[in-house]
């Protein structure tokens, strides 16, 4: 018997907050999107993460990180797909930089800012930004984004749009729409069903191996322990220490972090289960610890800090024991965050990152353009070279 059905309306909406959009409806998008190897929970597009950030005043007009989030809803008001969207004023804490650019188009008379950027914030994690269930009409709802993304530019002046950290199916869909790709480069640890650390170190060259084991002997020879807090037993004394490991290294490496006191609060009472705390003691006293966040499929490791400097402590807490974790919890892939060709020798590998750029001004788009043609040539290159250099035996190498 034939059907009929009713076309579907398409309404497109800005939401200047997440206050305005239900958790429910929301996560009901965000959760599951993707498909084949992306990770079904990607904790930092959930409500409660990126509500997190706004309600504790991290992101915001003072900022420079207006939220303008951009809905896809029916005739009925229900949410079909978002894009979680800022009005930026800076080019600061997206990690995929844009300085030169910005420079370029000011001395040649332009106004770069404001910019929008389709992104979370402070997180260079891939993850969906086209939020939009699997479905017969997911392509028709990520391009009503797509457009509602353009008429947003159009209607607050903006340069451009960014979004960066991209899925496969994002990045196909922003790019069939004239976005430019941009590619980088990051490195993650893959869980080839390792039963223990050991069995990940037996797959390692002897060197490398042994220098490994050397390296995590070393980091708690001054009589410093390890712990890992998650879910219920995150307490705000836990919270305590680690932003003030957090604000020491944050103020040396970026002059001023991004995240606040109260940020961390609200992760806690929101997402807790979602929350790894790596924390590292000395006679008593907490000295160093790193924050990660848990997928279903990966561990994504985010900040770190200390207040005491000891020999390896860092590759301890943010990469041996995240793996340890990995390992534990049977996950797929660690995710260490941007950059860092020092986490190759510590089995790391060379993972390619993509972002997508639609630039108002032709000149400055053709110009981006030849600019990103020969990066992605480079980048490429550069993980190709580095794939081979990976600390891992041949199968002729011993296993001692």
Same mark, same amino acid.
Not at 28 to 33: D, E, F, H
Not at 111 to 131: D, E, M, N, S, W
Not at 269 to 280: C, G, I, N, Q, S
Not at 348 to 362: G, K, L
């Given at each position: 018997?034939?059907?009929?059905?009713?076309?579907?309306?398409?309404?497109?909406?800005?939401?200047?907050?997440?206050?305005?959009?239900?958790?429910?409806?929301?996560?009901?998008?965000?959760?599951?999107?993707?498909?084949?190897?992306?990770?079904?929970?990607?904790?930092?597009?959930?409500?409660?993460?990126?509500?997190?950030?706004?309600?504790?005043?991290?992101?915001?007009?003072?900022?420079?990180?207006?939220?303008?989030?951009?809905?896809?809803?029916?005739?009925?008001?229900?949410?079909?797909?978002?894009?979680?969207?800022?009005?930026?004023?800076?080019?600061?804490?997206?990690?995929? &930089?844009?300085?030169?650019?910005? +420079?370029?188009?000011? /001395?040649?008379? #332009? =106004?770069? $800012?404001?910019?929008?950027?389709?992104?979370?914030?402070?997180?260079?994690?891939?993850?969906?930004?086209?939020?939009?269930?699997?479905?017969?009409?997911?392509?028709?709802?990520?391009?009503?984004?797509?457009?509602?993304?353009?008429?947003?530019?159009?209607?607050?002046?903006?340069?451009?749009?960014?979004?960066?950290?991209?899925?496969?199916?994002?990045?196909?869909?922003?790019?069939?729409?004239?976005?430019?790709?941009?590619?980088?480069?990051?490195?993650?640890?893959?869980?080839?069903?390792?039963?223990?650390?050991?069995?990940?170190?037996?797959?390692?060259?002897?060197?490398?191996?042994?220098?490994?084991?050397?390296?995590?002997?070393?980091?708690?020879?001054?009589?410093?322990?390890?712990?890992?807090?998650?879910?219920?037993?995150?307490?705000?004394?836990?919270?305590?220490? &680690?932003?003030?490991?957090?604000? +020491?290294?944050?103020? /040396?490496?970026? #002059? =001023?972090? $991004?995240?606040?006191?109260?940020?961390?609060?609200?992760?806690?009472?929101?997402?807790?289960?979602?929350?790894?705390?790596?924390?590292?003691?000395?006679?008593?006293?907490?000295?160093?610890?790193?924050?990660?966040?848990?997928?279903?499929?990966?561990?994504?490791?985010?900040?770190?800090?200390?207040?005491?400097?000891?020999?390896?402590?860092?590759?301890?807490?943010?990469?041996?024991?995240?793996?340890?974790?990995?390992?534990?919890?049977?996950?797929?892939?660690?995710?260490?965050?941007?950059?860092?060709?020092?986490?190759?020798?510590?089995?790391?590998?060379?993972?390619?990152?993509?972002?997508?750029?639609?630039?108002?001004?032709?000149?400055?788009?053709?110009?981006?353009?030849?600019?990103?043609?020969?990066?992605?040539?480079?980048?490429?290159?550069?993980?190709?070279?580095?794939?081979?250099?990976?600390?891992?035996?041949?199968?002729?190498?011993?296993?001692?």
């Amino acid at each position: 018997m034939a059907r009929s059905f009713h076309p579907v309306t398409f309404q497109v909406k800005i939401a200047q907050g997440l206050k305005a959009v239900p958790a429910a409806d929301w996560d009901a998008c965000a959760i599951g999107t993707g498909s084949g190897d992306d990770d079904p929970f990607n904790p930092f597009v959930s409500h409660a993460f990126l509500s997190a950030l706004e309600d504790s005043g991290c992101v915001g007009a003072k900022t420079g990180w207006t939220p303008v989030h951009i809905l896809v809803e029916d005739e009925a008001e229900k949410l079909l797909g978002a894009a979680p969207c800022y009005l930026k004023s800076h080019s600061m804490g997206e990690y995929v &930089f844009d300085h030169s650019w910005a +420079d370029a188009y000011t /001395r040649a008379g #332009g =106004r770069y $800012y404001p910019k929008l950027q389709v992104a979370v914030p402070f997180t260079p994690v891939t993850g969906p930004r086209l939020i939009v269930p699997d479905g017969p009409r997911s392509a028709e709802i990520r391009s009503y984004l797509i457009a509602g993304l353009r008429a947003l530019r159009d209607q607050t002046g903006a340069s451009s749009i960014h979004a960066t950290f991209l899925q496969e199916a994002d990045l196909k869909a922003l790019t069939a729409e004239k976005f430019l790709q941009r590619d980088d480069q990051q490195f993650h640890w893959f869980n080839d069903n390792y039963g223990s650390f050991e069995d990940f170190l037996a797959a390692l060259a002897s060197r490398k191996r042994k220098a490994i084991r050397r390296e995590r002997r070393d980091a708690l020879a001054n009589g410093i322990s390890i712990e890992w807090v998650t879910g219920g037993d995150i307490t705000e004394a836990h919270w305590d220490a &680690f932003f003030a490991f957090y604000m +020491d290294t944050g103020s /040396r490496k970026w #002059g =001023r972090p $991004y995240l606040n006191r109260r940020f961390f609060s609200l992760v806690g009472e929101r997402m807790a289960d979602r929350v790894l705390l790596v924390m590292a003691k000395r006679n008593g006293h907490y000295i160093a610890g790193a924050i990660n966040f848990i997928g279903d499929k990966r561990l994504y490791g985010r900040n770190w800090g200390c207040i005491e400097d000891h020999p390896f402590l860092h590759f301890e807490v943010c990469y041996y024991q995240a793996v340890e974790f990995a390992i534990a919890r049977g996950l797929d892939r660690v995710e260490a965050g941007a950059q860092g060709e020092h986490k190759l020798a510590r089995g790391y590998r060379p993972v390619i990152t993509a972002s997508a750029h639609d630039i108002a001004d032709p000149s400055l788009r053709r110009a981006v353009q030849d600019y990103l043609d020969q990066e992605r040539l480079y980048v490429s290159e550069a993980a190709e070279e580095l794939s081979e250099a990976t600390p891992f035996r041949h199968r002729d190498e011993d296993q001692d």
